[in-house]
């Protein structure tokens, strides 16, 4: 199961029945779910007021409408190419998914499409425990790995 907050007064779920879920944590009331995922959610990321991008177990990421209630794009597994447990935003129209050889992509949830591959290798990616978005002078990545190691890295130059 994953979480994230939405707002002030709500918050969105994942869980294991492949539904998505936002809730009003002050009433505790389910207040919209959305279904399309074939897989569990692992990932949940609000992207801007009205939209917020979900990730099933080896599958896909879909970007949500929330106020129209319906998915509107979804970026597909490429091979087991894209670690979908670990992706994370960069900033209200683009989001940023780890691959499986160790470079990290982002993709333009406005455009459709991928604007920007790394051309750098992590060759440890496979032990990635988590990714985490700083914003200094330039766009920062910090990667954590499962055997302690972190790198912080450059994606936009």
């Not at 597994?77 to 050889?101: C, E, H, W």
Request: charged residues 20%; glycine residues 6%.
């Amino acid at each position: 199961m994953c979480i994230t907050n939405i707002s002030k007064t709500e918050i969105i779920s994942g869980s294991r029945d492949k539904s998505i879920k936002i809730w009003n944590f002050i009433s505790g009331k389910c207040l919209k779910t959305f279904l399309g995922h074939t897989d569990y959610i692992v990932g949940l990321v609000k992207i801007n007021a009205n939209q917020f991008a979900s990730s099933s177990s080896y599958e896909s990421i879909k970007i949500w409408d929330i106020s129209k209630l319906k998915e509107t794009q979804s970026i597909n597994q490429m091979n087991n190419y894209l670690d979908l447990n670990y992706f994370f935003k960069v900033n209200r129209t683009s989001i940023a998914i780890p691959g499986n050889d160790g470079s990290i992509l982002i993709y333009d949830i406005n455009k459709g499409y991928l604007i920007m591959e790394t051309d750098y290798y992590l060759t440890t990616m496979n032990d990635v425990e988590s990714l985490f978005f700083l914003r200094l002078n330039k766009y920062k990545v910090i990667v954590s790995t499962y055997y302690g190691g972190i790198w912080i890295l450059n994606i936009f130059s």
